[in-house]
């Protein structure tokens, strides 16, 4: 049986407990299938279950719970045994959020309550600058801390030049290379999973994540495989988020590949993850340079001396745009709670160093 201080539970969670009625306890989100939640808690494992006037008392999906969340239940009178009433979703700490698929303006939560998001690429075919970069963008955004795991270097050939592309991405965020198949270079991810916190691995299908986390339990607990050939719908192999414990009692969560990684975050993000480019612009002539044919731009001189890739300008102006659509289209109310939260997470998040000094 776990004690929930393993499971993560602290003082920021403790707090909140107290207008809450004391028979309620907490116990955290594991897995979610449809309206069945499965929680641990020191009375173990339980299945959770919403009642209506919580799920209307949702003013978004976001509200209600997602897998690392920490809620509180109640017993269900005449019950089956272990399956309990959800009360209400603890305040996270940290999230990885994303812009719903489709046209629809609403969050979806990934992951909650996180420490660390490993940033899974692979060094083959798949490897991506603009996909890390987005990722990069919703773990600033997060609470959490980023770091990039570049997997499959079996398959890779041109390392150094990978890696010199991604120097001026990584934002301070560490950079791991290894290869999950050959057991090579996986032992630094044991610094991250640590006793009592919670790290979540991302990024697209078929990168290695769930052979990565195989091999940080010790067992084959996640199915592995690429896209199914037999399949013709292309169905992942991972479906759904999981949390599961590792035997020195850290938490790690999978998660199945985002095919869209539609950008959930605010212009503070975005000037952590392109803080090159916004440390350049400072030097433009005028304060309100578009870079465009101004004279004194920094940003044009940049590019035109090559301190500056012209394809990671192009790309965070599209992420501007994308993170200016976003907050445009968020309610008053929602500017007003992403502010309290980044107040929140901002005492988490160490300003990590700038590898340009
Ligand atoms: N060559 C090579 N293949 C790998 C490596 N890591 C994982 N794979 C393979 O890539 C496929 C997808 O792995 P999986 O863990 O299911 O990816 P996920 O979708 O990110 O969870 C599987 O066939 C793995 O055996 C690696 O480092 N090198
Ligand atoms: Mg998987
Ligand atoms: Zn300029």
């Given amino acids: 049986m776990v004690e929930i201080t393993e499971l993560g539970w602290n003082h920021f969670f403790q707090q909140q407990l107290v207008?809450?009625?004391?028979?309620?306890?907490p116990a955290r989100v594991v897995r979610q299938d449809m309206n069945q939640y499965h929680l641990l808690s020191d009375d173990g494992n339980l299945i959770g279950v919403i009642p209506g006037r919580v799920r209307k008392a949702a003013l978004s999906k976001a509200d209600l719970p997602t897998v690392g969340d920490w809620v509180v239940y109640s017993h269900i009178e005449g019950a089956e045994a272990g399956t309990v009433q959800i009360e209400k979703c603890l305040d996270r700490k940290s999230k990885f959020s994303r812009k719903e698929a489709g046209e629809v303006v609403d969050e979806q939560i990934v992951a909650s309550n996180i420490d660390t998001v490993f940033?899974?690429?692979?060094?083959?075919?798949?490897?991506?600058?603009?996909?890390?970069?987005?990722?990069?963008?919703?773990?600033?955004?997060?609470?959490?801390?980023?770091?990039?795991?570049?997997?499959?270097?079996?398959?890779?050939?041109?390392?150094e030049e990978r890696l010199k592309e991604l120097e001026s991405i990584a934002m301070g965020a560490p950079v791991h290379v290894m290869s999950a198949l050959d057991k090579a270079g996986t032992e630094v991810l044991l610094n991250y999973v640590k006793p009592g916190t919670t790290?979540?691995?991302?990024?697209?299908?078929?990168?290695?994540?769930?052979?990565?986390?195989?091999?940080?339990?010790?067992?084959?607990?996640?199915?592995?495989?690429?896209?199914?050939?037999?399949?013709?719908?292309?169905?992942?192999?991972t479906t759904f988020r999981e949390?599961?414990?590792?035997?020195?009692?850290?938490?790690?969560?999978?998660?199945?590949g985002m095919r869209e990684i539609q950008v959930w975050a605010d212009s503070?993000?975005?000037?952590?993850?392109?803080?090159?480019?916004?440390?350049?612009?400072i030097h433009c002539?005028?304060?309100?340079?578009?870079?465009?044919?101004?004279?004194?731009?920094?940003?044009?001189?940049?590019?035109?001396?090559?301190?500056?890739?012209?394809?990671?300008?192009?790309?965070?102006?599209?992420?501007?745009?994308?993170?200016?659509?976003?907050?445009?289209?968020?309610?008053?109310?929602?500017?007003?709670?992403k502010k309290e939260e980044r107040k929140r997470f901002s005492n988490k998040v160490r300003k990590l160093p700038n590898k340009r000094d």
């Fill in 268 to 281: 503070a993000s975005l000037s952590q993850t392109f803080e090159d480019i916004e440390e350049i612009a």
């Fill in 19 to 25: 207008e809450t009625d004391p028979s309620c306890k």
């Fill in 119 to 159: 940033i899974v690429s692979g060094l083959d075919d798949d490897f991506n600058p603009n996909r890390i970069e987005r990722y990069l963008l919703l773990s600033w955004d997060s609470g959490a801390n980023p770091v990039i795991v570049l997997n499959k270097a079996d398959l890779c050939d041109n390392l």
């Fill in 285 to 337: 002539k005028f304060n309100d340079c578009q870079h465009n044919q101004e004279p004194g731009c920094a940003i044009r001189e940049a590019i035109e001396n090559g301190s500056l890739d012209r394809e990671r300008l192009d790309r965070y102006y599209k992420l501007k745009r994308e993170v200016a659509h976003v907050e445009s289209q968020q309610t008053a109310a929602a500017r007003a709670a």
């Fill in 199 to 237: 790290c979540a691995f991302m990024g697209s299908s078929g990168v290695g994540k769930s052979t990565l986390i195989n091999l940080l339990l010790g067992y084959e607990r996640f199915a592995t495989g690429a896209v199914r050939d037999d399949d013709s719908k292309g169905r992942h192999t």
């Fill in 243 to 256: 949390l599961v414990l590792t035997e020195s009692g850290a938490m790690i969560i999978d998660t199945p």
